[in-house]
């Protein structure tokens, strides 16, 4: 895959590298900054490993004040900054460019504050998602969000791509779990967002800090809402002759008014794959799987599950097995959080991410089959059924020529026809690299020009993460025009 063009370095920038490494030692410490090539290569991609760059230097601060530190000299000096976590972006979200700094938040990952009776902690962002159940599960509480990656992404990375998970259905994202970040901008200042409560006084900028994908500044802390783990949990599974059923199926227990913890989605190359690793007993008779878990005392679990039960009769499913214990459900789970793993066992495969109103799954699901074999590709499903949120797995040969670029092509197929039946372009990878090119499949040009202004806002040089998100085309409009504007204005105007 290189079919998305990348910036081209600015030649300068890259000849001052050894004079920025000896400031960054200056300014953060020997031991905060990797320099050599070796220690660079481990930074120049993200989990989109089909596109990478060597960047100038990383730098791991340890402190708010050192992130500071390096963004106030990015901008003193007209150098690009690539904010990262823990490089799980799926998305490209996290691919440096060859001159630019790498801001890794890896070393600040502390638990600051704990407060069980008002339900929040606050957390250094770069702890990884897990951690923060971990840290307040002794007092049976939890953090809903989680990604398959949870045990390895930061929370930095979440709240930039606003990720989500397979219990998000019930519980919400990560914009709907995050009371307030601490972020600071490409000018070094430090600015609190939002607090340790459910509504700030003034406008809501945590919702536009939230997914914004390091553009506008880097998340050093932030302040997550903690929940009361249910009295209990169960999973059951569902198995149907056809995905056109199984999507069926969902769209009517959404429409019964029952919202389940998850319903998640498997198709049958997905099944085989996932069942060969997690041995969690799928059905092996069946095109599609559902697994759905509800929770709540065994009175309410038994009701809601014998309710979906009957829906589900009503399309005479292939199999249905409720999890008879913590062991099985464990299992169950397990299948289905391995499962980008499990396909990686058999093939190379390109990880989708778009979103879909939930009427429109059957029919698009028989369309990514029909896309995808088009183009001589496999494709396994598995995805976030209940709230639309596609991943399907397209799967080539890495080593057969033309064959990842035929995944790609069949990829971006997928995300248009997202769009067309009223989803977009993403859910919770972000547009990041992979996806700026088809940002104007989902926007009009006015759309896109609002939220370049609002970009210029927090980050006026366009130092923050650049070549992500927006169309190089548009971006590099957007930055002839403020330099016109400048030269044009009266002396005094351009001063200030």
């Known amino acids: 895959m290189a079919s998305i063009a990348l910036p081209l370095p600015d030649p300068e920038i890259v ?16 031991d905060a900054v990797i320099s050599d090539e070796d220690g660079r290569r481990a ?18 601060p340890s402190t708010t004040e050192g992130v500071s530190a390096v963004l106030k000299y990015a901008k003193a000096n007209g150098i690009k900054v690539m904010p990262r ?10 691919v ?16 600051l504050e704990i407060d069980f009776h008002n339900r929040f902690a606050r957390v250094e962002a770069g702890i990884t998602n897990l951690a923060i159940s971990a840290a307040v599960g002794a007092e049976d509480f939890f953090y809903a969000p989680d990604p398959s990656s949870q045990i390895a992404c930061t929370l930095a990375g979440n709240i930039a791509m606003n990720s989500g998970g397979a219990h998000c259905l019930k519980y919400g994202v990560t914009t709907n779990n995050v009371l307030g970040v601490r972020m600071v901008t490409i000018d070094g200042e430090v600015v609190d967002i939002g607090g340790a409560h459910l509504d700030s006084e003034g406008y809501d900028l945590l919702a536009l800090i939230v997914g914004s994908e390091g553009q506008f500044g880097i998340v050093t802390e932030a302040t997550v809402r ?54 969690a007993g799928y059905p092996m008779n069946v095109e599609a799987l559902l697994i759905i878990e509800v929770e709540g005392s065994e009175q309410e679990i038994a009701d809601r599950l014998a309710y979906i039960a009957s829906i589900a009769h009503e399309l005479n499913p292939q199999a249905l097995v409720v999890s008879g214990s913590p062991e099985q459900s464990a299992k169950i789970w397990k299948g289905r959080k391995s ?79 997202c769009v067309s039946v009223g989803g977009c372009l993403t859910g919770e990878h972000g547009v990041g690299l992979e996806k700026r090119d088809l940002m104007r499949v989902q926007f009009s040009e006015e759309d896109i020009a609002v939220q370049l202004r609002i970009k210029a806002v927090f980050d006026p040089d366009w130092l923050l993460n ?13 930055i002839d025009k403020a330099q016109r504007a400048r030269t044009e204005a009266p002396p005094s105007e351009a001063a200030a």
């Open 85 to 94: 976590g823990a490089g799980t972006s799926l998305a490209g979200g996290a």
């Open 466 to 478: 650049f070549g992500k998100v927006f169309p190089l085309d548009d971006v590099q409009a957007a």
């Open 96 to 111: 440096p460019l060859e001159d630019s700094i790498v801001v890794g938040i890896s070393k600040m990952n502390r638990v």
């Open 339 to 417: 499962a980008f793993g499990a396909i990686g066992r058999i093939s190379d495969y390109y990880c989708m991410d778009g979103t879909i109103p939930l009427a429109h799954l059957p029919h698009v699901l028989e369309q990514i089959s029909a896309i995808c074999a088009k183009y001589g590709l496999r494709v396994a499903n598995i995805f976030h059924a209940g709230d639309g949120n596609l991943h399907p797995l397209v799967m080539y040969d890495a080593n057969a020529p033309g064959e990842a670029d035929k995944a790609e092509k069949a990829g971006a197929e997928i995300l248009k026809l």
């Open 226 to 279: 903690i929940l009361r783990a249910a009295e209990g949990a169960r999973p059951m599974m569902i198995g149907f002759e056809s995905s056109a059923k199984a999507g069926i199926c969902v769209a009517r227990i959404i429409a019964s008014g029952i919202i389940p913890v998850a319903i998640e989605f498997m198709d049958k190359p997905a099944i085989e794959v996932c069942e060969a690793f997690a041995k």
């Open 43 to 60: 930074f120049e991609t993200d989990a989109l490993t089909a596109y990478r760059r060597m960047p100038l230097a990383i730098v791991l």
């Open 15 to 30: 000849g001052r590298r050894e004079s920025i490494v000896r400031d960054l030692v200056v300014l953060c410490g020997a």
